[in-house]
């Protein structure tokens, strides 16, 4: 919806909602970053392989996507109030476990817990948000939500490399918690009160088969790299039990009347076209999130705060990239994501020629080999 002279104003109770869900976003959002940029560390510290110690990271992200599908329903049954307190106070237990943890198996254990408040509550911002808003000004609503999406990639490598280089690593956790408990808070009182409904019934048989499905593929890609290659019985008998598994999801799914993802939803083109892209810019960004501090800490040699401000530019990028947010509402997003597109595969080519002699193009500060644990 437009007004005379443009695209309609976000109200400002809609704003301040926003305010109040981007601050408890920003938990997740940034302690993925800081905890990408202190892996080796980690590794270091809890006497753990790369392929072991890679599953703090994948395991938060498989926890993730497992706690997603079943939001909507959380929702319906409990109200999106209470489930975002609860996907605040779940993530705030997480940080609070991950940093008490002993060895590497019960830091996995407890960043899973992180995993599944984190992925209830990204959905639970854009449902609440979305209500608020009541569909007008979408590409401005979206420019003020992925706020923390880009505050992220700044000022987390910045923050992971300078707790891991002056303090304990168990700190890379439990700085969440001072931002958990405001942005608790701040829910409790400022967020409206909605009466839960009824809820349909919960897809158990499809989640007992998604999340195993999951966990399997994933398990399955992991132990590529550890194997050197698809042709071990490591990799294979994970990835067909993991599509078989998914294959079953996706039969039942499309003959049962309440399932748990809705996959005749994809019969709708532009759906389908949105969801393929989600699912590119996902591998896009995630993947170079976990390998990017390895590879300058790694190959090539620099300190986990030299490679923190090594890794920030590109959230600089996104800030930059942040005013443009409008731009969806007035010219369509069709130009909006194919430019996109265009430019994250032209920065992307160069870092696949990348290796310990390309130069960086950047000053190299005395503090850039400081021993990373």
């Known amino acids: 919806m437009t007004t005379e002279n443009g695209p309609e104003r976000l109200s400002p109770a809609t704003l301040k909602l926003a305010g109040i869900l981007i601050l408890g976003a920003i938990a997740p959002l940034l302690d993925s970053t800081i905890v990408n940029a202190a892996i080796r560390t980690l590794g270091f510290q809890l006497h753990a392989s790369v392929s072991t110690i890679q599953w703090v990271s994948t395991g938060y992200l498989l926890a993730m996507a497992v706690a997603i599908p079943i939001t909507g329903w959380t929702v319906e049954r409990f109200g999106a109030k209470r489930m975002w307190l609860i996907s605040l106070m779940l993530f705030l237990a997480g940080s609070m476990l991950s940093g008490a943890a ?40 979206m ?9 992220g990639p700044i000022l987390g490598p910045v923050v992971g490399g300078l707790i891991v280089g002056h303090l304990d690593w168990r700190w890379i956790f439990y700085v969440n918690l001072p931002v958990c408990v405001l942005a608790i808070l701040l829910a409790w009182r400022g967020l409206p009160v909605d009466s839960p409904k009824k809820a349909h019934r919960l897809d158990f048989a499809g989640l007992a088969l998604l999340s195993p499905a999951l966990a399997a593929l994933i398990y399955s890609l992991s132990q590529v790299g550890d194997q050197g290659g698809f042709g071990h019985w490591e990799v294979i008998v994970p990835l067909v039990a993991g599509v078989a598994l998914l294959a079953g999801f996706g039969y039942r799914a499309l003959r049962t009347t309440e399932p748990l993802i809705d996959l005749r939803l994809l019969g709708n083109r532009r759906f389908a076209a949105s969801s393929g892209l989600l699912f590119l810019s996902g591998l896009a960004m995630f993947g170079p999130m976990l390998l990017l501090p390895l590879y300058y800490q790694q190959l090539r040699g620099l300190g986990v705060i030299a490679a923190g401000l090594m890794l920030a530019p590109q959230g600089l990028g996104s800030l930059l990239a942040r005013g443009t947010g409008g731009l969806a509402d007035r010219i369509g997003p069709r130009p909006v994501i194919l430019g996109s597109i265009v430019l994250t595969a032209l920065g992307t080519l160069p870092f696949a020629f990348a290796d310990q002699q390309t130069n960086p193009l950047i000053w190299r500060p005395h503090w850039s080999c400081e021993a990373s644990a």
Not at 143 to 151: E, G, K, R
């Open 102 to 141: 002993w060895n590497v198996g019960s830091l996995i254990v407890f960043r899973v817990v992180q995993g599944i408040g984190a992925g209830l509550m990204l959905p639970i911002l854009q449902t609440v948000l979305m209500r608020a808003a009541g569909g007008r000004g979408i590409g401005r609503l």
């Open 143 to 151: 420019s003020v939500v992925t706020l923390p999406a880009l505050v």
